[in-house]
């Protein structure tokens, strides 16, 4: 049904900027997914980093705002998260979703590492 891939995780050191790409496929309906980014960091509860509407509404969580940035490409039906001023607490497995509602179904990738030195 739906496929959902991440990219672009790594080892950055505190105060720099990564990447992530999220590439969702395998149907139509797909493509106007809530689409968003979670996190579950060593020894804690997965939680939420950040989400579009395929309107292009945006929601961050407190600890992330002001230097992260989610963006969609619905012609690609991608999504991204800039990470930028990096901190060690922002180490964890990042997570991509897609909420298909036509299927009533969340839809996770596997997750992408990320890891801050500090």
């Known amino acids: 049904q739906v496929q959902v891939m991440e990219s672009g995780g790594g080892l950055v050191q505190a105060g720099g900027s990564l990447r992530l790409s999220c590439a969702v496929s395998?149907?139509?309906?797909?493509?106007?997914?809530?689409k968003g980014w979670y996190r579950r960091a060593p020894g804690k509860q997965r939680e939420l980093v950040a989400t579009?509407?395929?309107?292009?509404?945006?929601n961050y969580a407190d600890s992330v705002k002001g230097r992260f940035t989610i963006s969609r490409d619905n012609a690609k039906n991608t999504v991204d998260l800039q990470m930028s001023s990096l901190k060690p607490e922002d180490t964890a497995v990042y997570y991509c979703?897609?909420?298909?509602?036509?299927?009533?179904?969340?839809?996770w990738g596997q997750g992408t590492q990320v890891t801050v030195s500090s």
């Open positions: 579009i509407t395929s309107g292009g509404m945006k």
């Open positions: 979703k897609a909420y298909v509602p036509e299927f009533r179904g969340d839809y």
């Open positions: 395998g149907s139509i309906f797909s493509i106007n997914a809530m």
